[in-house]
């Protein structure tokens, strides 16, 4: 058949050559706007490649958008990719000096599938606040540099060490990105492990039966030297019955030692992994004859100053008698009155800051007790610290029985101002005495390392023990935590103490469900974390955004008021079995929802009483708050009349301006003819001309934009960011969407009430492996639940009976 029409014939001639991605073929001199031919002529036009544009008429090529690149190996037709985001989930596991680092993919690829990794190790000096690259003993396996697998072994490290560890990732066109590739980090500290060797010992001084030694502490201590172990024997008769003592200072005497003979001494250190090696053997010997006696006339003075201060006790013993004797007709009445003032009078007993102090050193002698380290035994680490490790060990004090106790300890190398940091927890915990306040038994600070020792709480944080114990507790019980932790902060507020750092992960239960309120002080001095988003700089200081009241986070003013708001979220924590606050929301999204009077809504399964008590402490106005007392007063109602907790708030519901947080209900996409329309419907019209100059005009390419994209274009805010890359991710569901969108939110219940049956089906088949419940969940969560305002508080006998009673 003759060709009648130019256009048609070069069709024809060309459609076995098509690309997938060319919807049409065009033969002209000079092609249109978003086309280009290869060869000048009359030849065929083609659309320009994904992430490309035509700069003219007659372009031969389409370049590629800002911070979308062409590797060397692609050809001038391909389409243009980009660098890809962080690796996600990092996990790590420490065991002594060897660490597994695993990770998961990128979210974001850059649409390459030509993906590398890189792993960069980094140790950390604490005390200075600096990390540098690791030496080259240091073995990562199976490398460090261009890793296909997402999985690496490292081992050599040192132990007791921080670690910063970065898994960086890299495509085929990240050495064409002006920028750094994104990594993710994690901080590790490697367990203790045996010191090494002592290095020498030296024989200080020496008498016919004595000994006095002294040593340096071993080159790698790793870890806290607890104590050290002397072992000695005499030269000529070996190893075999050889004599050992301990001492708690690099510095023994050997006492019971025959005159004039030749020993043979050892010392070794311990720390909580065990003994390290003995230092090389030393020969020491004693001395010939005792020291000759002193003649009468030398002694003398020693038999005067005996008899003097024999006197001298006899004078004060008869004094003291006196003294008590007066005191004992009066004794009923100074003692009535004395706690008359402490307890009974307003007012009188108030919190004292240590930091009023000229000499803070005088704080912890006036309300902290010494203990002498003898009476401390440390027996393993049990967590880390800001300042140092945290340990679980014993105190047996004279006179009482032994305990066991929780230790802080303050790190190897630390500051005059950190030193005074750690020990202003202590001064201010041994102001208070009260059954949900952590109680101090004493301080260490004679010797090193500076200790705190306190009681020991079984059980440990109350929010990891919450999750560990997910909906093991009744109602009944939860309100029995919430009373305590009231009680305790109700004790504070009469001291005028506000604790400013009220959360679950501050409240620690012992074996019989007491909370006590703990970590006093301590979050004024944190150090700047970027790995830690909870807490966050403000105003010069260091502020938990989820957890702390709107005034605190805008003027820093920290009041009782405050800590009552906090006590709410600590409240909703409970009652959620220790779900994050706000879930994964950005710290500034938190705080403009808060500030537009949004608030979270009711965990699972909460009674209502206690929900209005939440949104009572959330009030803006911090005057209308309740107070603890009050607080206390409406948990007891609520306990002695049980029948009242049995009432349920719908999650669905709202009320006034504490709605629940975020509505997730999305708009239709298809129903807007301009992307200019669309950022009418979510409220982001000031980004029009943003999109439109950026070339972002159809929603094919509004649909691809990455979080990169909307900051090059200007879009700065992390929480207008996150509102439009949320969309963009619905906008996409939608396109990839089976089933018809009817209406806004009614297409979507739609598509999830049809989809019912199958969750039903699926959810039975597949709870008994947790790791395929995950996954599910996972799937659900890109399709469709994170839509749901109950946000992520889901677990599998919940779903359905949710959704039955919300769709």
Known sequence: MPCTQQWSCAKDAIQPTVHPWQSAVISSFSCGPGSFKSKQGDGPCFPCPANSRATSGAASICSCRNGYYRSDTDTPDSPCTTVPSAPRSVISSVNETSLLLEWSEPR????????????????????????????????????????TQ???????????????????????????SPYTPQFASVNITTNQAAPSAVPTVHLMAATASTMSLSWLPPENPNGIIL??????????????????????????????????????????????????????????????????????QEQLPLIVGSITTALVFIIAVVVIGIVCLRKQRNGSESEYTEKLQQYITPGMKVYIDPFTYEDPNEAVREFAKEIDVSCVKIEEVI???????????????????????????LKVGYTDRQRRDFLSEASIMGQFDHPN???????????????????????????????????????????GMLRGIAAGMKYLSDMNYVHRDLAARNILVNSNLVCKVSDFGLSRFLEDDPTDPTYTSSLGGKIPIRWTAPEAIAYRKFTSASDVWSYGIVMWEVMSYGERPYWDMSNQDVINAVEQDYRLPP???????????????????????????????????????????????NSTQSTGVSQ????????????????????????????????????????????QMTAEDLLRIGVTLAGHQKKILGSIQDMRLQM????????????????VKETLNVLQSKIKRMTDVKGRETRFLDTCYDCWVTRHPLHYDLKWHRIVPLLENTY
């Open 736 to 751: 990839n969407q089976t089933l018809p969108v009817q209406g806004s939110c009614l297409g979507r219940h739609g598509v």
């Open 383 to 409: 967590g880390a610290g800001e300042f140092g490790e945290v340990c679980r060990g014993r105190l047996k004090l004279p006179g009482r029985r032994e305990i066991i106790v929780a230790i802080k300890t």
């Open 437 to 479: 306040i952590i109680r101090l038994e004493g301080v260490v600070t004679k010797s090193r390392p500076v200790m705190i020792v306190t009681e020991f709480m079984e059980n440990g944080a109350l929010d990891s023990f919450l999750r560990l114990n997910d909906g093991q507790f009744t109602v009944i019980q939860l309100v």
């Open 660 to 703: 629940p947080l975020l509505d997730r209900c999305v708009p239709d996409y298809t129903t807007f003819t301009t992307v200019g329309d669309w950022l009418d419907a979510i409220k982001m019209s000031r980004y029009r001309d943003n999109f439109v100059n950026a070339g972002f005009a159809s929603f094919d390419l509004v649909a």
């Open 108 to 147: 974001d690829m850059g649409g390459r599938e030509d993906i590398l990794y890189n792993v960069i190790c980094k140790k950390c000096l604490p005390e200075r606040g600096v990390c540098s690259r690791c030496d080259d003993n240091v073995d990562i396996s199976p490398r460090h540099l261009g890793l």
């Open 227 to 296: 104590d050290y172990e002397i072992k000695y024997h005499e030269k000529d008769q070996g190893e075999a019955i050889a004599h050992t003592m301990t001492a708690q200072r690099s510095n023994a005497r050997i006492e019971g030692l025959k005159a004039g003979t030749p020993y043979v001494v050892q010392v070794r250190a311990r720390t909580v992994a065990g003994y390290g090696r003995y230092s090389s053997p030393a020969d020491f010997s004693t001395n010939l004859q005792s020291d000759p006696p002193k003649s009468w």
């Open 150 to 176: 997402r999985r690496v072994t490292v081992r050599n490290l040192q132990a007791h060490t921080q670690y910063s560890f970065e898994i960086q990732v890299v495509n085929g066109v990240s050495n064409k």
């Open 603 to 649: 965990p699972m399964d909460c009674p209502t009483a206690l929900h209005q008590l939440m949104l009572d402490c959330w009030v803006k106005e911090r005057n209308l708050r309740p107070k603890f007392t009050q607080i206390v007063a409406t948990l007891d109602k609520l306990i002695r009349n049980a029948a009242s907790l049995k009432v349920v708030t």
